[in-house]
């Protein structure tokens, strides 16, 4: 492969493409030995950086909540496997950040010096860098199918609270066969699929059951926060 050669991104309903790698954890291969869980795949362009630090040690803080939800989390950048031990030695022994401190990173982080995974997954984007990966997201689910894909530049740090909802999200969406609205949260209304007959959406508006119709092809119903965290969390 050339190096100017750029890899397309692989898209939302997509097979996860496979990969081996060496990781602080050891080898994995993905997404096979994440089969029957739910995992984010992220990026970040380089070990030794503030914005990376500052993702890390909030991923690890919040890795029981993601694991509770069944999502496993794997890490990668472009730097090889000793820069990514002494960077994480570094975060649990001298770093601390917004009450986090004595971080230990337990979840895997790739190493990928060949840029291979980099590129399969469309992490390098010549206009930001061509030798560092962007802030990738990949939500990858239990059948090894691509869900959501998100990106943000070098510069911006993540919003974890929006990388745990989107994981809530997608669980519910799921469990119970509906979509979510804008800013949607756990014990929020839901959105009742869209009616796909003149009969349906005339039984819909007219029906007392407990379901409000803005319109024929816009209706919520109530869905409990209890019953959704009792569905997708593990406790």
Known sequence: MEDNQVTPMPR??????EFKAVTTQGEINFPGDYKGSWVILFS????????????????ASMEKQFNEANCKLVGLSVDGLYSHI???????????????????????????????????YGMLQPGESSTKAVRAVFFIDPKGIIRTI?????????NFDELYRVVIGLQTADAFSVALP???????????????????????MESKEEMHCYDWFFCTKKLDKEKVLKTVLKK
């Open 12 to 17: 939302i309903g997509d097979k996860a493409p």
């Open 44 to 59: 970040h362009p380089a070990d030794f950086t503030p914005v990376c630090t500052s993702e890390f040690m909030t991923f």
């Open 86 to 120: 002494a960077w994480l030695r570094t975060i649990k022994e001298k770093i601390e950040y917004k009450g986090m401190k004595n971080v230990e990173v337990t979840f895997p982080l790739i190493e990928d010096i060949t840029m291979e995974v980099a590129k399969t």
């Open 150 to 158: 998100i990106y943000y530049p070098l510069s911006l740090g993540r």
């Open 182 to 204: 804008a800013d949607w949260q756990p014990g929020d209304d839901v959105i009742v699929p869209t009616a796909g007959s003149c009969g349906v959406a005339k039984q819909r």
